[in-house]
């Protein structure tokens, strides 16, 4: 089966670029999370709202992936983190060879957090490692309340879940714990956090969170630097 | 280049093979809609109300695509449409074989209109022709009012977009008149509904549009079926 092959050495060439960029962030110190999510789920929102509120704390870059225009790099630099647009002009999905390209357009020596602002898009993003250090899907409640069941292999792949537009939960049909529920059945180790980016409700924790994953390497980005 | 010819080769036997289903469908009368969104923008729940409004004056059968579960195909068997679901087990968007796959589990000589639910992703579908006579894309007020310009492959390849979700226009920042515009710019033919299913308004003039767009190949189906 030529096709099948062709698609395997397609994804073991990325997995091992993948990893090379792992190595190459771990060696100055640098976390990396993969958000992905389906569009208008609030990745960027919720990017801006991180940045502000982990000002001082945390240097974060961002990597920004669409397939069309520079308006998310755009509100994202605005939020005052370095940032790099990544257009794919078609594709689905980043693959590890568009973000070793971005990287070299970030100073890493002075970030602690590399966010990956991925396509918007619940399936085909799951395939592809980046070199991230961990993964993180945006569910928001206007979407209906059966994403992880209808799409597992997102949420498979996630190390967690992040439920956004809680302000929104009185005007729609949507039933947290059912999706928690759906999640946690295809990942039993997702972890999840509940926000809303507009009533800034769940922010603290996430962004607590996110401060303790990235500095899980702090101490390797001082070595680095002496 | 072999993987361009290869991609090429399969997108033309897809083409062909879609070609194939549009007269195997004109022979019979029915005209063919496939409607495309990204996740939980609304496709099954508009379905759903569609089928009950046109209820008694057009008869619909659904091909029901998803990666994972046949949740969606239920619901619209309850609402009292002809059905079959197609799972694609991971693949990002429904190819014309699968289309024809499900045809044959359908009984064409009662059906006016066959609605081709897709996978739930702005970008994979919009480059796979299903034998449909048009593409619907629907977008929602709560995901963001920049998908035409982020993701503008979809609206030129769609003939009909639907803004749903009207009814939480007050909660959300979503300005529909940028939406048209960023759309007429990919597409400037493309007809355009603005509708929320959960108040129902804008139903009328939608299901009007869909009817008339069914009933366009009546004529040639009374020949058939004479």
Sequence with gaps: MPK???VQNILAANDTLAQEIRERLAERGVRALNLMSAPGAGK???LERTIAHLRGKLAIGVVEGDVET???AERIEAAGAQ???INTQGACHLEAHMVR???D???LSCLDLL???NIGNLVCPAGWQLGEDASAVVVSTTEGDDKPAKYPAMFAAAQVMIV???DLLPYVDYDVEKVKRQALAVNPHLRIFELSCRTGEGLDTWCNWLEAFAHAAGARKEAANE
Tied chains: 1, 2.
């Design 4 to 6: 099948v092959a062709i």
């Design 44 to 46: 960027t929102t919720l």
């Design 70 to 72: 520079s308006n998310d």
């Design 83 to 85: 940032t790099v647009q």
């Design 101 to 103: 390209a971005a990287m």
């Design 105 to 107: 357009q970030l100073d």
């Design 115 to 117: 966010v990956i602002e």
């Design 164 to 166: 956004n537009k809680l």
